[in-house]
């Protein structure tokens, strides 16, 4: 058996399964990070949590540290096309031998503890950049903070972007409740910094800090971004301290100008612990994409017509994607839509747009939510659109209705822009071009 197949039939897997594939406890992690010699010890690490928006910054941060020179690790999830690119450094994703030698080496050990399918990748993660010295690694966390397996670090930055309801089953019905989860990751006596400051959560956030005793910084409060061009790169005014500087940001995607803030925010902090230059932020910030491979962010698949995808997959994520495809000029739209069945479908319909053509379809895990339940919420809506039993039936339909000054979006789950991403379709360049 492929050893990633293994993984992913041995443990418990939350992105496959759902909550029956989460493990909760901590247990787990301290008896894998003591197995393995606390590998995490050996390298400064930065810790990011958030509903929306720490993928970016993990992949924008880790940019600019690897400009700057450091050997610099990422650990993020999920993975759109191959479980090698949870785990990289310097923008090259973990070998596979690495992912052998470690299962035949432990499988024992890691066997008699029944962990899940992120206790095994998150220790694996440590253990490999421990083994390749890595100067610096920006570890995002899996799911919620308090009790997520990689809070078994001690960070020198602690970063949280933002709140939003999603995983309510599991973080909390309320953004109190959720960000009380989240803060779970804030450490005694190491700075905090907060993207985005909420009339709900801000008080949460200012009292697990204080007992913490730990520094906190609401970045909404202190950086003014404006947007002054967005292609082929977006180009930033950052204004803080009386300066204004301008950035290119290689990421597209308006609602980039808030995980920009969060960043800057989070350098100014960071440049008092290790040495980044300006030169580096601005190559980091430039060269994102180029540096650490980060896709399914407002990425564009194709041209004549216009195919972008983006994994925004919550209520708050969703609407900044539409937001974003409202400011655009094409045509007509057209949006091949698809959810896993833990997300509230209702909360997202409101943001959708009534004159845009839907391709409701199915991503290939067990969690898709089933057409019927889209179909229900589309119907209600008075909603346009077409059912197709998978991604790629919905590309090859869409690409039959579409003219070449058209816009194609491609999400509501990661996993169904993982299908657009892997779908042969593309490749055999079957859209005009």
Not at 11 to 32: C, D, T, V
Not at 68 to 82: D, F, I, M
Not at 167 to 177: P, Y
């Amino acid at each position: 058996m492929d050893i990633v197949e293994y993984l992913y039939n041995a443990f418990p897997f939350y992105e496959r399964q759902g909550k029956s594939g989460y493990k909760p406890g901590m247990f787990n992690s301290f008896a894998l990070d003591e197995h393995f010699g606390y590998p995490h010890r050996s390298f400064k690490t930065i810790h990011i949590a958030g509903t929306n928006g720490k993928g970016s910054t993990s992949h924008m941060l880790a940019s600019i540290l690897q400009e700057q020179g450091y050997k610099t690790g990422l650990y993020t999830s999920p993975h759109l096309v191959n479980f090698n690119e949870r785990i990289q450094i310097n923008g090259k994703p973990i070998e596979t031998s690495f992912i052998e030698n470690f299962v035949d080496a432990n499988k024992v050990f890691i066997e008699s503890l029944s962990p899940s399918f992120f206790e095994v990748t998150t220790a694996m993660a440590f253990a490999y950049f421990a083994a390749e010295n890595v100067d610096i690694a920006v570890i995002e966390v899996g799911l919620g903070g308090r009790l997520d397996c990689t809070n078994v670090i001690s960070p020198i930055l602690s970063v949280i972007t933002n709140i939003s309801k999603d995983h309510k089953d599991l973080l909390g019905d309320t953004l109190e409740k959720i960000a009380a989860e989240k803060a779970g990751i804030i450490k005694s006596g190491i700075p905090v910094v907060i993207g985005e400051s909420q009339f709900e959560t801000k008080p949460v956030f200012n009292l697990i800090a204080q007992e913490k005793k730990a520094s906190i910084i609401f970045a909404d409060q202190e950086i003014k971004v404006k947007r002054i061009a967005w292609q082929p790169f977006q180009n930033f005014e950052i204004e803080y301290d009386g300066f204004i500087r301008t950035y290119e940001l290689g990421l597209l995607g308006k609602y980039q100008e808030n995980n920009i803030k969060t960043v800057i925010q989070s350098l100014r902090l960071l440049q008092e612990i290790v040495t980044i230059d300006q030169s580096s932020i601005e190559n980091g910030l430039r060269n994102v994409i180029k540096n650490t491979s980060l896709q399914g962010r407002w990425q564009q698949i194709s041209s004549k017509p216009d195919v972008f995808c983006d994994i925004g997959h919550n209520e708050a994520g969703i609407e900044s994607v539409m937001n974003h495809i409202s400011l655009l000029n094409y045509d007509k739209i057209h949006i091949i839509l698809g959810m896993v069945n833990d997300k509230d479908i209702s909360s997202i319909m409101k943001y959708l747009p009534r004159n845009a053509e839907y391709y409701i379809t199915k991503p290939s895990i067990e969690r898709a939510m089933e057409l019927s339940v889209l179909a229900k919420n589309f119907e209600k809506e008075g909603l346009f659109y077409s059912i197709c039993e998978n991604v790629d039936a919905a590309i090859k339909k869409v690409i039959k209705n579409a003219d070449c000054n058209d816009l194609i979006f491609i999400g509501g789950s990661n996993f169904v822009v993982a299908d657009a991403l892997k779908s042969d379709i593309f490749s055999e360049k079957l859209l005009r071009n």
